[in-house]
């Protein structure tokens, strides 16, 4: 247990030192400050991912795919990624479309559109069902032109790019992160929901009577006060026990 809540603690600090530093890090920092550690190269990647779903851009790190979302997340990482439905691939073809036939007025937007085409290839990459495909490409620009402020067009070519790509990453994968949660939260709401109505129902049919909360929570084995956070989305009404 201690060492679990050392490993946490140093977890956290790291997150605290990238972002002292702009919110980047490198890979060879994060090895470096999990050496005593000895984790193992799926270990690292792990560590890396919880940095990018923190929005962390990891300078050096280049797994695509996966984010923290339970006990199978290294296998997670060799899945291949969802194929794009027929809507979403509508939507990347008529993008890039679209991008072909831009054209570049300044360096600036010379620069985004050498990026954005990357920004989509990346986007289907890292494409999971939870998230529309447009959505993961739209945070990514946004998450591009931030980055691009960051950068001199003079600095090296081939590591202001490999920075820049990072932070899109990092930004994609917060997304997929939290609306992969959001869904999640969802669908245990609909099935709660779903529960207490059936058992309401139960209950109320086979006592002949509404039934009280302290009833139903002793039959579901939840307190009072959990139902009454989820009655109004069921649409029942139960009595309280002093209503008896």
């Not at 193992?40 to 940095?51: A, G, K, M």
């Not at 959990?226 to 989305?233: F, G, V």
Request: glycine content about 6%; overall charge negative; hydrophobic content about 35%.
């Amino acid at each position: 247990m201690s060492d679990r809540l050392e490993f946490r603690g140093k977890l956290q600090r790291i997150l605290e030192l990238a972002e002292s530093q702009e919110k980047k890090i490198t890979l060879e920092e994060v090895e470096t400050y999990f050496e005593d550690e000895q984790l193992s190269r799926e270990q690292i990647d792990l560590v890396c991912d919880y940095l990018l779903s923190q929005k962390v851009a990891v300078s050096g790190y280049e797994k695509m795919g996966g984010i923290l979302s339970g006990p199978k997340q290294v296998e997670a990482q060799e899945e291949p990624c969802p194929i794009l439905t027929e809507e979403e691939q509508r939507y990347v073809e008529s993008y890039l479309e679209e991008l072909g036939e831009m054209k570049a007025g300044s360096e600036e937007e010379a620069r985004l559109l050498y990026y954005f085409p990357k920004v989509v290839e990346l986007a289907v990459k890292i494409n999971r069902s939870q998230v529309f495909i447009g959505d993961v490409i739209q945070e990514g620009n946004v998450s591009l032109m931030l980055a691009l402020k960051e950068y001199d067009s003079r600095n090296d070519r081939e590591l202001e790019e490999q920075e820049i790509m990072d932070q899109v990453r990092a930004g994609m994968l917060a997304l997929v992160e939290e609306q992969t949660e959001v869904k999640r939260q969802d669908k245990k709401m609909v099935e709660q929901v779903s529960e207490l109505d059936e058992t309401i129902q139960s209950m109320s049919e086979e006592m002949g009577r509404k039934v009280a909360v302290d009833e139903v929570a002793e039959k579901l084995g939840i307190s009072e006060a959990q139902i009454a956070d989820i009655l109004k989305l069921a649409g029942e009404e139960i009595d309280s026990a002093e209503d008896e």
